[in-house]
């Protein structure tokens, strides 16, 4: 099972900001953001990127490669 969800989930809770606030910086429907929480749909290559810029942290961070 990939990682992804869960480190995407940390993220959020220490980011202090809202799911509604994420998605609109993002530019993403909450759809999306909920269908990545859950495991339910993985980003693309891009959206991975822009996660990973967004919250600071490394494309790898966030499918587990590196803590």
Same mark, same amino acid.
């Given at each position: ?16 900001? =809202? ?5 609109k910086?993002? *530019? ?10 859950? *495991? ?15 919250? *600071?942290? =490394?494309?790898?961070?966030?499918? *587990?490669?590196?803590d």
């Amino acid at each position: 099972m990939s990682v992804f969800p869960q480190k995407l989930q940390k993220l959020i809770e220490d980011s202090n900001k =809202t799911q509604n606030e994420i998605c609109k910086d993002l *530019g993403i429907r909450k759809q999306k953001l909920s269908k990545w929480k859950t *495991g339910y749909n993985e980003p693309s290559i891009e959206e991975l990127a822009m996660i990973a810029k967004y919250f *600071g942290v =490394t494309s790898d961070y966030l499918i *587990g490669l590196e803590d």
